[in-house]
């Protein structure tokens, strides 16, 4: 019997928001800590820090979504994904955690704020490499026996695997610095101007290193960009990509404040958009697609109830608390 009501595309889309709002969110969030531990003393590391104070907790609500929806919606895929990648994800999460309490006790015990501020900007570091090696790892795919992981614990680490890590590091910090130049005045400003101009080249060179790689190590991704007609469908994506680039080039150095954070954003959509051009309809990477990994539809039919109640209120409060703490933060005043 033919369902009334095919759910795979839904919680297709439910996950693909998910995971890109965690990436544009968190990841500003993450690469503003990053660039805290390059803020030359102590008033800039308080303004940096104070421009995330109010939202970056919330940030990581599109992390929880992302990782539930995929064990509710597609639990073969949770199934393969976490065994593969589970040493990364480990790491993310405790540093994720070693972050959060570094944001919260460098305001307490001032006697060790030091060690405070150099844990934050390490786990905001770690945390992002951690999350480029999954990347990676999933580009890569997994080693698959009887719709079970069947590989090695440390798979997950490759040079491939590391190049992304690293690339992540440059998008994240990329997308840190337009958060600054949007949030702050003066000396931090132009230093984020400085280092997003540096991340910027740095996301360039690793997207063309991935552009290429990936091709090369994977026939299917080959095909999907290079076979005729799909070279010239798919060619208005790295022309945008460029386009984008040259633009928030520009942005960078002149006196526009939101340009930087949105060219950003836009780099990261369309190389979202390029790997899920490469991979789509697969999510367990050259084995499985959406379909076959789904679990069935009376469960997915049940969940999306609770879901599409839920993500409103998330969409609401999240735009929210950005509008209510929009503007500038200028010293120790916080908002005006």
Known sequence: MNPVLDFVPIWTAIIALGVFFYVMLD???????????????TPSRNLIMNSVAPVWDGNETWLVLGGVALL???????????????????????????????????????????????????????????????????????EVTDRTFSGSSFDFLTPFSVVTGIALMFGY?????????????????????????????????????????????????????????????????????????????????????????????????????????????MIVPYKYTLAEAASSEATQAFLLVGTLFLLPIVLMYTAWSYWVFRGKVRGQFGYH
């Not at 080959?222 to 799909?230: K, L």
């Open 173 to 281: 910090g990329l997308l840190g610095s337009g958060w600054l130049i949007l949030k702050t005045e003066g000396e931090v400003q132009a230093s984020a101007r400085r280092h997003g101009r540096i991340c910027l080249v740095g996301v360039l060179i690793a997207i063309g290193i991935v552009s290429i790689w990936t091709p090369l190590a994977q026939p299917v991704i080959a095909s999907r960009w290079f076979a005729f007609p799909n070279i010239v469908i798919f060619a208005p994506v790295p022309i945008a990509a460029l386009a984008v680039a040259f633009f928030t080039w520009r942005a960078l150095g002149s006196s526009r404040e939101a340009g930087p954070f949105i060219g950003a954003i836009l780099l990261f959509l369309l190389s979202y958009l390029g790997i899920a051009i490469s991979l789509f309809p």
């Open 27 to 41: 990841g500003f969030d993450l690469g503003v800590g990053m660039l805290f531990g390059l803020a030359p003393d």
């Open 72 to 142: 509710a919606a597609f639990p073969l895929a949770f199934a393969i994904i976490i065994p593969a990648v589970y040493f990364p994800v480990l790491v993310m999460l405790l540093s994720l955690v070693f972050r959060g309490l570094a944001f919260e006790f460098r305001f307490r015990d001032s006697e060790n704020k030091t060690f405070w501020d150099h844990a934050f900007a390490y786990g905001s570091g770690l945390a992002t490499f951690s999350q480029g090696v999954v990347l990676g790892a999933f580009i890569q795919g997994f």
